[in-house]
């Protein structure tokens, strides 16, 4: 399960310096906390044997780990990076770190939630997908898996209903907001969390060419929303 | 505890005073603050309209982790110090506090076994609170006695292995709900304290009393007649009981002081959100000095007295007698509290007096904190008898 430690969804974003605040409460990505869900569930149906929670960021991402686990995962992965690296990070090599991390995983289903709600970017799942060559089934609202766990069935929400794939195992999942509702993470699996093993990994020692793609031209807050005025009539 | 003593040891002698959570504490408080916002708040106010026992949140309390904080892992309790479990009460208490009494109920009523219960009592009694959501009562306070417990009149009578129990008792919270009471009597060895099933022949169980507020919270009276307990449920010595029924708030005045102090930041935050959507006189209400020094007030009191309960638990985490610790964030937190409240009604204005707004309840619910566990009144003889002692 990939899991994003993002902003937290209360705070309010302020852009300082054409730069976003980034000092703030964070906390895995809700989404993510969907896709955990989602392995969690298929977990207790006895269709998954082993949960692995994996995370890109800096130091304070283990929380998201935490959090995973507490949830129920058995295990995570944590690819370190200094803040710098992270600020600079695009998905495009966060899909590579993924597809590198598979050589040694070998997972049957990668779960993520469909965008982290920092950057809303929606790109991580389907070029995961794409590098490893395997199928995706995005925006899922609805999945089941195969008698023979050989394939599965996702229920993906499109703009004008919803729509039934069947995809073969190894595939990647992404999560939308009406596949479940997550769990409480209880206190005394808080505290078992806590002594789960996280092995960490340096992002700049994976191999990975994290040179950018891409050039911010420019960031800004949204144009303060106006009142709205009287108009005469509607002609 | 050991632990959490050990731990209290290093954040207060490592560079001196630490006045941050611990990262394990913040993880506590963002799961009982997420339950709160999520579970709690949504339920609170019918639950205020029709005085119906929250029994499903206290189960899903329970089984998230949050209920029974202090009793130890070998009962198969958290076993959180007392400062993890105040952390606890605070969020909860922000949701409701009437949710939030139905829960520390049980607290109050294991204190008493916690100090003076042998193993096996603990574990017969301890054990079934955490094997399943059951509740418990601290049945002491009588409609004669409640300030002045030494004057209670429920006679306790030892006939051989067994003490027959008769009196009854008042304003025991989770009395129609319990599974187990702990019972203060007098008798001719002096007071006695008891461990004692619900369902023992000769208890009578009340009515549910209708109060001012935390109106989900069961209060009643309950009744003993001829009561019989074995003397294996005798808490300590005979004798000992008046002693170990005060030594039990050492530990729960601390969280109830916590409860004040989460009804008076709701109280806070929604009177903060209101003064600056509401616009009189072509400005926000919070423009105005009148409004914005009762904001700064509370704001201060708020602070000041989470600060005095952590005080307090963390005295009692660290083995030393907190009681006049306990009373000073007790007394110092209600009476608070109180004030925030009707100053949040007084910021709302009318909207405040009316019941489509949040903070009528809240000024409702804030009364009890003043008298329950312990008066302001008796706090504050506790505080100058302390102080008095002490030589300055």
């Known amino acids: ?235 | 505890m050991k632990r959490s003593a050990v731990n209290v040891a290093k954040r207060w002698c490592s560079g001196g005073m630490c006045l941050e959570l611990s990262e394990d504490q913040m993880m506590i408080q963002d799961l009982a603050r997420k339950f709160s916002k999520e579970i709690i708040i949504p339920a609170a106010a019918e639950l205020d309209r029709t005085g119906a026992y929250p029994h499903e949140l206290f189960k899903q309390a329970w089984e998230t982790g949050l209920a029974n904080p202090h009793i130890p892992s070998e009962y198969g309790g958290p076993g959180l110090s007392n400062l993890d479990s105040v952390i606890i009460t605070e969020e909860l208490a922000y949701g409701c506090t009437g949710v939030t009494t139905a829960l520390e109920a049980n607290g109050l009523a294991s204190a008493p076994v916690l100090v003076a219960g042998t193993d096996e009592q603990k574990k017969n009694f301890l054990g079934r609170l955490t094997e399943e959501p059951l509740k418990a009562a601290y049945c002491v306070t009588e409609p004669g006695a409640g300030s002045d417990v030494q004057g209670l009149k429920t006679k306790a009578v030892r006939k051989g292995d067994e003490w027959v129990v008769s009196g009854s008792k008042m304003w025991i919270t989770n009395g129609g709900v319990a599974n187990w009471f702990f019972v203060l009597a007098n008798s001719d060895e002096g007071f006695v304290g008891f461990v004692v099933d619900a369902d023992s022949p000769g208890i009578t169980v009340g009515r549910k009393e209708i109060n001012m507020g935390q109106k989900c919270s069961d209060t009643r009276g309950i009744t003993f007649d001829e009561v019989v307990i074995p003397n294996s449920q005798v808490l300590g010595k005979p004798g000992q009981g008046f002693k170990v029924a005060m030594k039990a708030f050492d530990k729960t005045r601390p969280p109830v002081a916590m409860g004040a102090v989460g009804l008076a930041r709701r109280a806070y935050e929604e009177a903060v959100a209101y003064s600056k959507e509401r616009k009189t006189f072509g400005k926000a209400i919070c423009e105005n000095q009148a409004i914005s020094f009762m904001l700064a007030d509370m704001l201060m009191g708020i602070d000041a007295g989470r600060f005095l309960v952590y005080r307090a638990a963390l005295e009692a985490d660290a083995g030393r007698p907190n009681t006049h610790f306990a009373s000073m964030a007790k007394c110092f937190c209600a009476d608070h509290a109180n004030k925030v409240a009707a100053d949040a009604v007084q910021i709302f204005g009318g909207n405040g007096f009316n019941s489509e707004y949040p903070v009528e309840k809240l000024m409702r619910d804030a009364k009890i904190y003043q008298i329950y566990e312990g008066t302001s009144q008796i706090q504050r003889m506790i505080i100058s008898r302390w102080l008095l002692s002490q030589d300055y």
């Open chain 1, 1 to 235: 399960v990939g899991v994003k430690h993002t902003v937290d969804y209360n705070i309010k974003v302020k852009v300082k310096d054409g730069k976003v605040a980034k000092d703030v409460k964070h906390s895995m990505n809700p989404f993510c906390e969907i896709a955990t869900e989602a392995a969690m569930k298929l977990k207790e149906a006895g269709v998954v044997t082993e949960i692995v929670a994996v995370t890109i960021g800096n130091a304070k991402a283990a929380e998201s780990l935490t959090k995973a686990m507490a949830m129920g995962a058995d295990r995570s992965v944590h690819v370190v990076g200094e803040q710098a690296e992270i600020d600079g990070l695009e998905t495009l090599q966060v899909a590579k770190v993924f597809a590198k991390l598979h050589e040694e995983l070998q997972g049957d289903i990668y779960f993520m939630g469909k965008q982290a709600i920092d950057d809303d970017q929606c790109h991580v799942p389907q070029m995961v997908s794409a590098l490893l060559n395997i199928p995706q089934g995005t925006f899922a609202a609805g999945l089941k898996v195969a008698d023979d766990k050989s394939s599965i069935e996702v229920t993906r929400e499109v703009d004008d209903g919803s729509q039934t794939l069947s995809m073969k195992l190894p595939a990647v999942v992404s999560c939308d907001l009406r596949l479940n509702t997550p769990r409480f993470a209880t206190l005394p699996n808080i505290m078992k969390a806590k002594k789960k093993p996280i092995d960490k990994k340096k992002l700049s020692e994976m191999g990975i060419d994290l040179t950018p793609r891409v050039e911010v031209v420019e960031c800004a807050q949204p144009v303060e929303r106006q009142g709205g005025g009287k108009v005469a009539d509607v002609d």
